[in-house]
């Protein structure tokens, strides 16, 4: 039984709402955020790096508060504006080749931690008690945990026929993706969505497992204010099938001292390997991998594939067991210098460029991991390889805020 809540959002003045959503802050190259920052005063970025210049000579405390008071001064001008009644919102995402639909609710820390909410993702101590502190000196999240939930018709209709209605927000962004926001305050409607995602008996995080986290610890150290905002943390639910999920492909600088010739031999006692020569060849069913090496793409196929435990079958720990660990010596895959992750939404060419450009030595492309894969790990507390998927949507920053 999942719990979701409506909650008195933060959103941008509907005049504005083109200029102050944003990218997620580390998506931009320097160049870009000093654009956005010199020229645009609305832009969310603001917000998140009110003191960009000096940024890096700010310790953590003094940052975060500057978030927050720059946060409270777009408030005050009425670039962003709070509802007055707790709200759902039905959101669209339509880029060039999907269209992404989904609910943005408060999701249960309570669900969370009963493993209602399931996780297929380790996190790092260091950067969920980052995050925890960001949160609680800034007081607001404005990036919702991707949650997805299973197929639900009655669902789907009601977001077919919802779509009809007038929006509250429509915009297009500079990258010509299509946004569009339909505000949920009828309380009649907000008990029916509560009702279809109480006959859920599970939901999944696709992404945002450090925030997740961070939103747990917060309602750890600070339950005892009695602040019940910290008992949920914002989330954007969406369907299983509506999720596009790609890989992150691999790149190494070295061949830990094997020559091309020697490696090959090496791979052949797991994998089948044929030489595509220029073919821009990358795997399209599982247990299949694409490697580039010396100029040429070769395919890998797996000899044996018969696994009885799901984490061992993914492509991505095969990958690790079978090459990066025994073959180039590559231990942890978080924190090894030698490999570099590219994912899957980048052409295969931009692997045939870093490698031909000597900045790697060989790359390998893998096959993309099924929702079936994520849920079954997740039902069995297990955990996925480091940079396993790369799954869209990607929300924005400044479109929806939740106030802790």
């Known amino acids: ?241 509506d999720l596009k999920i790609y890989e992150f492909n691999r790149l190494v600088h070295d061949l830990n001292g094997h020559t091309a010739a020697g490696f090959i031999n090496l791979l052949e006692k797991d994998f089948v390997i044929e030489n595509r020569h220029l073919e821009l060849w990358k795997p399209s069913k599982k247990f299949e991998f694409g490697m580039y090496l010396q100029g040429e793409f070769y395919s890998l196929t797996l000899k044996e594939t018969d696994f009885i435990d799901v984490h061992e079958a993914l492509d991505a720990q095969i990958l690790y067991t079978k090459v990066l660990q025994p073959l180039l010596d590559i231990e942890d895959l978080r924190n090894d210098d030698r490999i570099s992750y590219l994912p899957g939404t980048k052409s295969i060419t931009s692997i045939k460029e870093v490698v031909d450009e000597g900045l790697y030595t060989v790359g390998f492309t893998l096959f993309p991991a099924s929702i079936e894969e994520i849920k079954a790990l997740a039902d069995n507390n297990q955990i996925m390889p480091p940079k396993s998927t790369y799954i869209e949507p990607k929300l924005r920053s400044g479109l929806v805020v939740y106030e802790l």
Not at 42 to 52: G, T
Not at 135 to 160: A, R, S
Not at 202 to 218: N, V
Request: proline share 5%.
């Open 1 to 241: 039984m999942a719990t979701i809540v409506p909650f008195k959002a933060v959103r941008p003045a509907r005049d504005k709402v083109s200029l102050v959503t944003c990218r997620s802050y580390d998506e931009y190259s320097p160049a870009e955020l000093a654009s956005q920052l010199d020229y645009n005063p609305f832009s969310f970025l603001h917000v998140l790096n009110p003191a960009y210049v000096n940024q890096q000579k700010l310790a953590e405390t003094v940052r975060f508060r500057s978030v927050h008071n720059k946060y409270v001064e777009f408030k005050h001008d009425e670039v962003l504006k709070q509802e007055n009644v707790p709200v759902f919102y039905l959101y669209e995402i339509q880029s060039k080749n999907n269209v992404y639909t989904g609910i943005i609710a408060g999701t249960s820390i309570a669900d969370y931690q009963k493993n209602i909410i399931k996780k297929h993702e380790d996190t790092l101590p260091y950067r969920v008690s980052y995050f925890k502190d960001y949160m609680h000196l800034t007081g607001f999240n404005t990036e919702p945990v991707l949650i997805t939930y299973p197929e639900n018709e009655d669902l789907e209709e009601w977001i077919t026929q919802r779509k009809q209605k007038r929006p509250l927000y429509l915009f297009s962004s500079l990258n010509r993706d299509k946004h569009t926001l339909w505000r949920i305050k009828d309380t009649a409607e907000i008990a029916w969505l509560q009702a279809q995602f109480a006959n859920m008996p599970s939901l999944y995080i696709a992404d945002g497992h450090h925030r997740s986290a961070s939103a747990e610890l917060l309602h750890t150290e600070y339950k005892a204010t009695g602040a019940e905002s910290l008992d949920y943390f914002m989330s954007f639910l969406i369907a299983e099938k």
